[in-house]
């Protein structure tokens, strides 16, 4: 906008000089310039009052949010975005891992034979999903497995409510990423609509770090509430 204001200013004397005295007085010119540039204001301003939602959310989603007192989670600086990762389901389809973006995804890691820990990893993604209310459908529970292992069948039931895709652990390895110490499947992972990988919660997490994460995501999807809604686009 200033190059625009000085632009008008350097042209001032020119155009006055350009114009007679009986244009001026029978007013033709002036109101109609006027008339034009009334236009183009409100023309901005609508413009302004339609994006400011959403300008205002990406604000509080991407500045105000990592004040780290109020996270559970640790957030990821800079965001990774999603690779285009290879994936099959359990029953043999084979796909991409971009296909899960445009929801909020919660993220567990292991193989496929899946131990006491990776069951409760399950578990608490499935408590944490339901917990959200009518916010729920705005995420979906993932399961990546890093093997061929076949999970146990008293899972399966439960697996149908879940994304469980196989993927190349080695791929997998450079996207997510354990704290220190740890490893890929001993934590959960949050994954935003457009892709990106922006938090990894604790280690070793029970039902009362559960209730903590919950608030992240309850968090996460107010911020995003004027931008982000259910379901992937067609």
């Known amino acids: 906008m200033s190059g625009s204001n000085l632009s008008d200013a350097s042209s001032a004397p020119a155009a006055a000089a350009s114009l007679d005295t009986s244009a001026l007085a029978v007013g033709d010119r002036p109101p109609v310039a006027r008339k034009g540039r ?12 339609c994006v400011s939602p959403v300008v205002a959310s990406y604000f509080t989603y991407y500045v ?5 007192r109020r996270n559970f989670g640790e957030l990821v600086q800079p965001q990774r975005p999603m ?6 389901t359990l029953d043999g389809h084979e796909g991409n891992l971009l296909a899960l973006r445009d929801q909020w995804l919660l993220v567990s890691v292991a193989p496929g034979a899946c131990d006491a820990a990776c069951q409760n990893h399950l578990y608490l993604q499935r408590q944490m999903r339901e917990s959200l209310g009518k916010d729920k459908d705005r995420l979906d529970w993932v399961w990546l ?13 439960a ?7 196989r ?11 354990p704290e220190p110490g740890h490893g890929l499947h001993e934590h959960l992972y949050v994954v935003d609509p457009m892709g990106n990988w922006m938090m990894r919660f604790p280690a070793a ?3 009362a770090a559960a209730a903590k994460a919950k608030k992240d995501l ?10 982000d809604t259910a379901g992937r686009k067609q």
């Open 64 to 68: 105000v949010r990592p004040e780290g």
């Open 145 to 157: 497995v890093t093997d061929d292992g076949q999970p146990p069948a008293t899972i399966e039931p």
């Open 205 to 207: 997490m029970d039902t």
């Open 218 to 227: 309850e968090r996460l999807l107010r911020a995003s509430a004027s931008w």
């Open 167 to 177: 993927v190349d652990p080695a791929v997998l390895a450079r996207w997510l990423e």
């Open 159 to 165: 697996l149908r409510q879940a994304a469980v895709r």
């Open 38 to 49: 009334h236009a183009g204001w409100k023309l901005l301003l609508l413009l302004v009052v």
């Open 83 to 88: 690779p285009e990762l290879a994936t099959t």
